[in-house]
């Protein structure tokens, strides 16, 4: 009998939605092309490996594969983004026939899942670009998936998706229909770039517990748990508390874990983005920027050796602190969030992909990498069409804890700790809520250097005035 889902590439999140299909009764066939020089078949081991897999069929031929599939044929690649998914089209499409459909479940660019689906729609080949997020056990028990692209193409594989998606709180699949072309995949960079200042503010949290306050890392696992019971819990807050207190032969694991952020590089198209669609990011720059600066390791110890940390005074009494970090932390993850939702709001009007942000919030709400209460409540703030800074449950809470925010940045940076995170978040709440800036200053330099022209309080926004600025009078 032929199998009625496809998977190629038997990674770390291949093999998990294997066995998270095959455990909802799928019949599937998955492929891993052959690695050169090894004996071993990629595919066939995964089986051998994992129970769940043993009705599965492993090949490592393509052609069989795409033989073993029933009509029209569903194939997920899990493969990485890049070239390399082209390669596998390229490969794939001359097996297919007209109707099928493959779906891109990597971290692909946006703009390449475009691409890749305009190209094969000229093939007839109906193509899903697919966010997901879980990691390893997500994949396994319940990914976040954020399909897009060809609709045609997703009514197919929607009953397959809707089986191994991660539940909501009322038993929805955290998954829908993102839009056309290459929103899943766009949304799904936001969501990593949400992600990274998550994950940024929380290190910044962290070095401010254990280096200023100087609290034993189980001490803020505690002081974290509490966060977690009065709301202000998420995934990574959870994760984080069990990473504090890992112990490995007596020691905190944590503490011989160099500090060499990496990343795959999407936080940085997130960045650049942001620019394209003219939408603040403040946050995430920082935060890509604070995984950059770590990177440079060695010029960090040597700059260190030549400017010597001040010393500074441990304050005697941590709580007040703390009660202030817990509102400011609240804060700055509002403030990450608004921006990251302003970034596919103003993408979904530009592109026309019609994106209904309360259906995203959902659909993070469980089995992602974001998942939180606060993400929860965000599906009933879009829902009501407010946003996320002036929605009735969160204005007031952002009108009383900006001062706190501004307590807890200053004392930190006074005691010498970098808060890239929490400061650009500051930042950008302090001058969002600012009627009149001082960019009345930098246009008239750009007049003054440039003659570029300004516009002026009282007349149209039109009419652009220069001013012979030496001269001391106004053309
Ligand atoms: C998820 C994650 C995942 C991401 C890795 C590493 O939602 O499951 O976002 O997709 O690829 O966590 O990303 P970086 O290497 O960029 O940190």
């Known amino acids: 009998t032929l199998s009625s889902f496809g998977i190629i590439g038997m990674g770390v999140m291949g093999k998990s939605l294997a066995i998270n299909l095959a455990g909802h009764g799928v019949k599937l066939s998955i492929y891993n092309r052959h690695v050169e020089g090894e004996e071993e078949k990629v595919a066939q081991k995964a089986v051998e490996e994992n129970p769940e897999l043993k009705s599965v069929k492993a090949f490592d031929q393509l052609a069989d594969f795409v033989e073993s599939l029933e009509q029209p044929r569903k194939i997920l690649m899990m493969i990485p983004a ?85 539940k909501d709180k009322q038993g929805r699949p955290c998954m829908h229909y993102v839009g056309q072309e290459g929103s899943g995949h766009f949304v799904k960079m936001v969501h990593n770039s949400i992600e990274y200042a998550e994950m ?134 509002m403030i990450n969030h608004d921006v990251g939702f302003e970034l596919i709001r103003e993408a979904g009007e530009q592109k026309q992909w019609s994106l209904d942000l309360s259906e995203i919030a959902r659909t993070w709400s469980s089995g992602s990498i974001i998942q939180s209460p606060l993400m929860e409540e965000l599906v ?51 001058s969002m809520t600012t009627a009149d800036s001082p960019a009345n200053l930098i246009q008239a330099q750009r007049d003054y250097f440039g003659g570029h022209g300004y516009q002026r309080i009282g007349k149209s926004r039109e009419k652009f005035f220069h001013t012979q600025w030496k001269a001391g009078k106004k053309e």
């Open 200 to 333: 940024q503010l929380l290190a910044e949290t962290y070095n401010l517990m254990r280096y200023y306050l100087q609290l034993s890392p189980e001490a803020i696992s505690q002081e974290w748990k509490k966060w977690e019971k009065s709301g202000s819990g998420s995934f990574l807050l959870k994760i984080s508390q069990n990473i504090l207190t890992f112990k490995e032969d007596g020691d905190f694991l944590l503490d011989h874990i160099l500090d060499l952020a990496a990343q795959k590089g999407i936080g940085g198209w997130a960045v650049n983005e942001a620019m394209d669609f003219h939408v603040p990011y403040s946050p995430l720059a920082e935060a890509v920027m604070a995984r950059l600066i770590s990177s440079q390791k060695d010029k960090r110890i040597h700059l260190e050796k030549v400017f010597k940390k001040s010393p500074f005074k441990v304050p005697e009494d941590p709580k007040p602190i703390l009660e202030n970090l817990k509102i400011a932390y609240d804060l700055v993850r």
């Open 380 to 430: 009933n703030v879009f829902a009501s069409n407010s946003d996320i800074l002036t929605s009735p449950k969160m204005e007031p809470l952002i009108k009383n804890s900006r001062k706190v925010l501004a307590i807890v940045v200053g004392e930190g940076l006074m005691a010498g700790m970098a808060l890239p995170v929490m400061s650009s978040a500051l930042n950008y709440i302090l």
């Open 82 to 166: 890049g070239q390399i998914i082209d390669q596998q089209i390229a490969r794939l499409e001359t097996f297919l026939d007209k109707g099928d459909v493959i779906i891109d479940g990597g971290n692909s660019h946006y703009k390449d899942s475009t691409k890749r689906q305009k190209y094969l729609e000229n093939e007839g080949i109906l193509y899903v670009s697919m966010g997901v997020s879980g990691g390893e056990e997500g994949a396994r028990k319940g990914p976040s998936l954020m399909p897009g692209g060809a609709k045609e193409g997703f009514d197919l594989v929607q009953p397959f998706l809707e089986k191994i998606a991660a």
